[in-house]
């Protein structure tokens, strides 16, 4: 059935974005002075012994800025701070990093950036904010150079090219299939970020106490208008995924009364998007949104994605290991077994001919995925790498993420974890799925009094 309305996308709050960079140009005054840079070499050479030779540019990143110092013995180290306008929680955001960067050094096989140091604002130069000093991974490409359409420019948004030998894409599906399988081997009690509370890095007594902190959360409150005190605690965690997914629902419909520009259309594009979220909400409230039956909890990581993944393009685009891992936490399964989104590289809500093509085109990437991540688990099930009924020939990865698709699972996942897409996805892809036939009119009746009560004075002060 077609859907009964069609979802418009939220865009970010434009004069927001330029709050966000005229702070990025304020600090990189700080930043570029010949004088900062003088402190910074000296204070990567302080946990990272050797005799320099060069300190490369600065380079800029969606949440952060990378320099790196060149040894004369041919490895480097880097530095990297948060921006500030564009990392919402620098310190959190950093602290959550490190911790589970040293649980995946050392309890995996992914080649991750080892921490030399890490400091507070205090300890930086000219207090440019807080930091991490790590290892610098050789490379000269990433996954997505192994897999975008030629002569797509570096500025604009990759797309996986249409003509793509068969090999190379199966060879980057299977090396990202193998990076997510070893994420989700440990299973956790609660939601949210992991840290050890043991009494040096080295021990193993990693707990959850800490939220979930998400890219979206991030940009909620850097260019959606959201105030910092109505997410999350800092130190909330969840219990269930139906109570995180609640806890999501209910920042759809914090979001769209926050957000002050560039959110609504019109009066009917508002009162549109308003139902939607108390349907979301709706569902959440009533448990219908979790599928998993399993229980614990598995590491997440918002931004693993071929981007973030370095290789070597000499040998075929070999991995040469995975960064930017700020964005990870304990997380609901559905979101562990959903496939990923990023096998067409752009985004479903971005596509330009359209949902319906993008799931069209997404199928028949998903079945070679699923082909090479079902490879990958017959190796490490003959090896017993995995063991310990965390996957196994029972509960295979692959399996769980067929079924999130064909059940739509998928979708449901994707809509609570990005709030600009969420109308879109919504309205095509969940609505009917849980609400069948029907009108808007329709749609209405199933709101609590209060929701209706309130639907035209939201409307209302939105329109202000």
Not at 106 to 111: D, E, F, L, P
Not at 120 to 147: Q, R
Not at 214 to 235: A, H, K, T, W
Request: hydrophobic fraction near 40%; charged fraction near 25%.
């Amino acid at each position: 059935m077609p859907p009964i309305m069609k979802g418009k996308l939220m865009f970010f709050d434009e004069v927001a974005w330029d709050k966000s960079d005229d702070q990025l140009a304020t600090w990189k005054i700080t930043l570029l002075n010949e004088e900062t840079m003088q402190k910074i070499t000296s204070l990567i050479k302080t946990h990272r012994q050797g005799v320099s030779d060069q300190l490369f540019p600065p380079q800029k990143g969606s949440f952060n800025m990378i320099i790196r110092l060149r040894f004369i013995d041919g490895a480097s180290a880097i530095i990297r701070f948060p921006i500030p306008g564009y990392s919402i929680f620098p310190s959190e955001k950093l602290q959550h990093e490190v911790s589970v960067m040293r649980f995946l050094e050392q309890h995996t096989g992914i080649r991750i950036p080892h921490v030399l140091y890490h400091g507070s604002t205090d300890e930086s130069p000219h207090s440019l904010g807080p930091f991490i000093i790590m290892e610098y991974i050789n490379h000269n490409a990433d996954l997505v150079d192994a897999l975008n359409t030629p002569g797509i420019p570096d500025e604009d948004r990759p797309v996986l090219d249409p003509n793509i030998d068969e090999n190379r894409v199966r060879s980057v599906y299977n090396q990202m299939a193998g990076l997510l399988l070893q994420v989700a081997k440990h299973s956790f009690p609660r939601i949210g970020c992991i840290s050890n509370i043991g009494e040096d890095q080295f021990e193993d007594k990693w707990v959850v106490e800490h939220r979930p902190l998400s890219i979206n959360m991030n940009e909620l409150v850097q260019v959606g208008g959201v105030r910092v005190e109505d997410l999350p605690g800092e130190f909330e965690t969840f219990e269930t995924g139906a109570g995180y997914l609640l806890a999501l629902a209910e920042l759809h419909m914090v979001h769209l009364s926050s957000q002050r520009n560039d959110a609504v259309d019109d009066a009917h594009d508002c009162r549109t998007k308003y139902i939607a979220r108390c349907l979301f909400r709706k569902l959440a409230r009533e448990g219908r949104l979790c599928w998993s039956k399993e229980g614990g909890f598995k590491l997440f990581c918002d931004d693993l994605r071929p981007a973030n993944v370095l290789a070597n393009s000499d040998f075929g685009y070999t991995i040469s290991g995975a960064i930017d891992w700020e964005f990870t936490y304990a997380a609901p399964l559905e979101f562990v077994y959903s496939p990923p989104c990023w096998l067409l590289l752009e985004r479903p809500e971005y596509w330009e001919d359209g949902l319906d093509d993008w799931e069209k085109v997404y199928e028949t990437r998903l079945k070679v995925f699923l082909q090479e991540l079902r490879m990958r688990e017959d190796v490490d099930i003959r090896r017993g790498v995995i063991g310990r009924g965390v996957i196994g020939e029972e509960n295979r990865l692959s399996e769980h993420m067929l079924e999130s698709w064909d059940n739509g699972g998928f979708w449901v996942s994707y809509a609570a974890r990005r709030s600009w897409a969420f109308d879109i996805i919504y309205w095509a892809r969940i609505d009917r799925r849980f609400f069948g036939e029907g009108t808007l009119e329709d749609r209405i009746e199933l709101l609590t009094v209060e929701e209706k009560d309130g639907m035209e004075a939201f409307n209302h002060i939105r329109s202000i």
